[in-house]
Each structure stands twice: as structure tokens, then as C-alpha cells.
């Protein structure tokens, strides 16, 4: 009785208002349009379930290309983001240099300047290099926003490997960067992990960015392609929208479900300081 | 051997490992951030330089009623999303901290508000909240309490805490994992040394659990607040701002300006104005940080 209480009934309560918007999101997508518009049918059931949404979505819009852009710059993104996280974190965490307080200072002010204030200046920056509506072009401005919070997050980690180990291989004669590849690189695997589930989940979530340098429907990824191609203030595009933002929601989704402790390990090590 | 350029000593390899993040972050972070602070004292429209035209950018936003709305709204957004956030997030930490059947399905399953791209869930609030078709409305009329359709989106008011609701849904678990993560380094002995002097749970929580975890709490507060005043996705999703630029925060508004309206000097004066804000927010939290123990 006790735990009915302190648990299971306040549980149901945030299961019910954190996961209805995704029943929502299935239902939408399976609903026949007739279903979506009665106002005399059961808005919380389906009836006739149908993947008519689904097919309009693949067959008659752009949605797989927007897929695969998402995809490809995710991917880019999080490689470069991580590469280059990686051997700043290394720096960082492991080598003593002078100045490196400034750098790590540098680092945690560029991850609490959001993208939001940027993106003006970043265009008239985009425009002059002449990246405007290149696809590739997200994959360096998406590391700027990456980059910060993994360094941050890897010289955490990196910080907690013992220092014995690097100091028995200097023993043995080994080199600096022989260390790093071969001690300090696999040790650094959970951390790595944790790295890229933010890299990948982040980019896919990104929005601003993509909304205002890309233009032609063919460069645009999930989020901008939805909004700006399948609103058209119809309500008949319910349908397909809601299929859209579930299918563009299992990539985010297969990833974090497979490393769920690891981004909750991750999260958790990013509030140290 | 070459002896000279050695990676082994000096700041040869540092330097080289950190070229890569700082060109990065350089090129495409800190100078768009002083060309923004610059841009802002411009009339520099989309085709146009434009000139340098000191503060009026930021005097005629000041007398902008739309603006002064814009930042108040901001400002109440804020303080009311993050408190429910704060709130809802530790209690739903308290609930998954103990353990019972299925607990890490339940923590993996009550986190995706937050995992799932932002976009995406809000046109599932879009849809949720649509004047004709949501089932609040369908409910509510069944049920006999009202008499006609709510347009959640249609009036000021519906619209700001309609906005709130969504951003308290998706924000919830920002705390959670945060707060779950803090509780495990609550010791239970104090806990139970409480318990046994005939303590309520209540008081125990209040003042055990709550005062342990006050460091953690200002730090996820601040970084809380620096992502809800700078939040776009969710308010340029479902509202665009309107009704009647009711729900505009800063970003929003200076995204309207700047890119549809072209007035790239002002949306920038517009991102401006969260500057001092944003460096007090790092400043706070970078001091929470270095005191957490």
C-alpha cells in the first residue's frame, strides 16, 4: 500500500503526461484522414489503421532525402566532433603546458554560448566562404556546439584513468603519442561512447542552423524538411507529419536505448566540474 | 635523432593536438560572436553592410512594444518553466531512486522527452493542441465542461502557458538524470540515523536530502535557464511567436527579424541584449562548479 503510493501511482501520473505525446505521434500516424477529421470517433483509438501516411511520406515527399542528409551530417559531424574532442581532451587532461587553464576556461564559455545568438553573424560568415545551402557545411558548424560539450565531458573521463599506467609505459621507453593511441585511447572507450550518443542525438535535434542556411529541398534535413515543406496549414498533412516525426525520432531512439547508461553516465559526469 | 621538434617535451604536441578545436571554435564560434556584438550597432540589412549607427539599434528596440513584451515574456517563460522543471524533475528523481520491479525501463522510457529531437515532439504538441481537433477539447466537451473548442493557440494567454506545459514536458528529464545522479552520493546512513531519532520522511527530505543537494541544484538551475531563455525550436514550432507576437522570446523574435524581415542589424542588437544575462548565467554557474565538492 505503501509503495502504491510513494511509487507506482506518482510514476503512472509522469508516465501518463511524458509518453502521451508520443501515443499521439503513432496514433496520428496510423489514423486514416477520415478517422483524423470526425469529430463523432474516438480521438484516443484507431479503427482502420492504415500506412497510407507512411507511403505518402516515402513515395510522394522528399522525406528520404532529408533522411539521409540528416544522417550523413550526424554522422560527419559526430566523427569530426569526437576526432577532434578527443585530442583537445588529451591535451587538456593529460599533458601540462602553460595556458591550459585558459583553454579549459575557453571551452566551458564556448558551450554555454548557444547557437541562438550566433546564427546571424554565422550567416553573413557562411556567405563569404561561400558554404551557403552545401549541404557538408553543417557538418563544421554542427561540431562548434560539440565540440565544447565533449571536450568537457572527455577531459572528465580522462582525468579519472590513473596515471600509473602512462608512467609505467614512459618507464619501458614508450613516446608520448604511442601512449596516447595505445593507452590512453582504449581506456577512454566509455567515455568515447558517451561522446558519440551526445554528438549523434544533438545533431539530429539540430534546428536553426539548418532552417536558415539551407534552401533547396534536397539540402534539408528532418526537422526543416517537415516544417517548412509538409506545413502548409492543411490539416490533412497531420498525418504524414506525425509518421515523419516518428520515423525521424527512431534513429535518436535505437541510439540511446542501446547506450542508455552510458548517456545517463554521461550526462550525469558533464555536471562535474 | 632529431632531437629539436621532440613530441615528448615541450609544448610541442599540446599545441597541435588543441590546433584542430581551436580553428574550429575560432572561425566558426568566437569571431561570428564578435562580429554579432558588432553587427548589432549596424543597419545592416540581408544585401547590405550597412554602416555603423552606434546605439540605435538597441534605443529603438527599448521603445518597441513588441520587444518590451518579448522580454518580458522571456523573463516569465523562464522563471515558471524552470521552477515546474525543477520541481516535477526531482520528484520524478525521488520516485525512480528506490527500487522496485522494471526501474531501469521505467528511467530509460520517462528520459525520451528530452532525447527525442525537439522539432519532433513539438508538432506532436502542434497536433495536440490544435483549436479543432484536440482531444483536451474533445474531452472536455464529453465530460460536459465546456460547451465549445478551446483554441489553445488563439489567445495570449492559452497560448504562453500552452508554450509552458511543452517546455516543462520536455525539460523534465534534464533534471532527472541530474538529480538521479546526485542522489546516490546522499549517504543512507544519515537517512536512517534520522529515521530512527522518529523524524517524518517529509522533514528528512527537507532537511537532508533538499540541503545535500542544493550545489547540484544551483548548477542545474543555471544551466536550465541559460537553455529555456535561449530556446527557439519549441516557440517557432508551434506558435511562430504569435498570437500577435505574444510568445516571442529574444530568439524567436530576432530570428523573425533578421531572416524574414532581413533586418540582420537588429536581430542582432535583438541577440545582443542576451549577452549580459548569458555572461552572468556562466559566470554563476562556473562558481557552483569549482565550490561543488
Not at chain 1, 554522422?75 to 569530426?80: D, E, G, I, N, P
Not at chain 2, 539599434?57 to 522580454?71: C, E, G, K, S
Request: glycine residues 6%; charged residues 10%.
Amino acid at each position: 500500500m505503501r509503495r502504491l503510493l510513494s511509487i507506482w501511482l506518482p510514476l503512472l501520473a509522469f508516465a501518463l503526461f511524458l509518453l502521451f505525446p508520443f501515443y499521439w505521434m503513432v496514433l496520428t500516424s496510423i489514423k486514416p484522414n477520415a478517422e483524423l477529421v470526425s469529430v463523432t470517433a474516438n480521438p484516443f483509438w484507431v479503427a482502420h489503421p492504415t500506412l497510407d501516411h507512411v507511403k505518402y511520406l516515402l513515395y510522394s515527399t522528399s522525406y528520404p532525402r532529408w533522411f539521409w542528409n540528416t544522417m550523413a551530417v550526424a554522422s560527419a559531424a559526430t566523427a569530426l566532433s569526437i576526432s577532434v574532442s578527443f585530442s583537445a581532451a588529451v591535451a587538456l587532461a593529460r599533458l601540462r603546458f602553460r595556458g591550459s587553464e585558459g583553454v579549459s576556461l575557453g571551452i566551458y564559455l564556448a558551450y554555454l554560448i548557444p547557437p541562438a545568438i550566433l546564427f546571424i553573424p554565422l550567416a553573413e560568415v557562411m556567405l563569404k566562404l561561400g558554404w551557403f545551402d552545401r549541404l557538408w557545411s553543417l557538418v563544421p558548424v554542427y561540431s562548434t556546439f560539440l565540440i565544447p560539450f565533449c571536450t568537457w565531458l572527455l577531459v572528465g573521463y580522462l582525468k579519472s584513468i590513473p596515471r600509473e599506467l602512462e608512467e609505467a609505459a614512459m618507464v619501458d621507453g614508450a613516446s608520448r603519442v604511442r601512449i596516447i593511441l595505445e593507452i590512453i585511447l582504449p581506456l577512454s572507450a566509455p567515455g568515447l561512447i558517451s561522446a558519440f550518443i551526445f554528438c549523434f542525438t544533438l545533431s539530429w535535434n539540430e534546428y536553426l542552423y539548418a532552417l536558415v542556411f539551407m534552401s533547396s529541398p534536397a539540402h534539408k534535413t528532418v526537422p526543416v524538411g517537415l516544417a517548412t515543406e509538409l506545413v502548409r496549414g492543411d490539416i490533412y498533412q497531420w498525418g504524414p507529419l506525425m509518421a515523419g516525426a516518428l520515423l525521424g525520432s527512431l534513429p535518436v531512439a535505437v541510439v540511446y536505448f542501446f547506450f542508455v547508461e552510458h548517456y545517463v553516465a554521461g550526462m550525469s559526469g558533464a555536471l562535474k566540474g | 635523432m632529431m632531437r629539436g621538434l621532440s613530441l615528448d617535451r615541450g609544448p610541442l604536441l599540446p599545441t597541435l593536438l588543441l590546433v584542430p578545436a581551436a580553428v574550429l571554435l575560432g572561425g566558426l564560434l568566437a569571431l561570428p560572436l564578435v562580429l554579432g556584438v558588432l553587427l548589432g550597432f549596424k543597419d545592416a540589412t540581408i544585401g547590405e553592410a550597412g554602416n555603423f549607427i552606434g546605439l540605435d539599434n538597441y534605443r529603438y528596440l527599448i521603445t518597441d512594444p513588441v520587444f518590451r513584451i518579448t522580454a518580458l515574456n522571456t523573463a516569465l517563460y523562464t522563471l515558471v518553466t524552470v521552477v515546474f522543471k525543477l520541481a516535477l524533475g526531482l520528484a520524478l528523481a525521488l520516485i525512480l531512486n528506490q527500487r522496485f520491479a522494471g526501474y531501469r525501463f521505467w528511467r530509460s522510457v520517462l528520459l525520451l522527452p528530452y532525447v527525442v529531437p525537439t522539432v519532433l515532439s513539438a508538432f506532436a504538441w502542434w497536433w495536440i493542441l490544435d483549436p479543432q481537433f484536440s482531444f483536451i477539447s474533445w474531452a472536455l466537451l464529453k465530460l460536459g465542461i465546456l460547451d465549445q473548442h478551446v483554441n489553445f493557440l488563439g489567445s495570449a494567454w492559452l497560448a504562453r502557458a500552452s508554450l509552458m506545459v511543452a517546455n516543462v514536458w520536455r525539460g523534465i528529464p534534464f533534471f532527472t538524470v541530474g538529480y538521479l545522479a546526485g542522489l546516490q552520493s546522499v549517504p543512507k546512513e544519515l537517512h536512517e540515523a534520522a529515521a530512527i531519532d522518529g523524524a517524518s520522511s517529509w522533514r528528512i527530505f527537507w532537511e537532508i536530502t533538499w540541503l545535500l543537494l542544493l550545489p547540484l541544484t544551483t548548477i542545474l538551475t543555471i544551466f536550465s535557464a541559460i537553455f529555456t531563455f535561449t530556446d527557439f525550436q519549441l516557440i517557432w514550432t508551434i506558435t511562430r511567436g504569435g498570437p500577435a507576437n505574444a510568445t516571442h522570446l529574444f530568439v524567436t523574435l530576432a530570428y523573425q527579424r533578421a531572416i524574414p524581415g532581413g533586418a540582420l542589424g537588429e536581430g542582432a542588437a535583438i541577440a545582443g541584449f542576451t549577452l549580459p544575462f548569458l555572461a552572468l548565467l556562466a559566470w554563476a554557474a562556473l562558481d557552483a562548479l569549482r565550490r561543488q565538492p
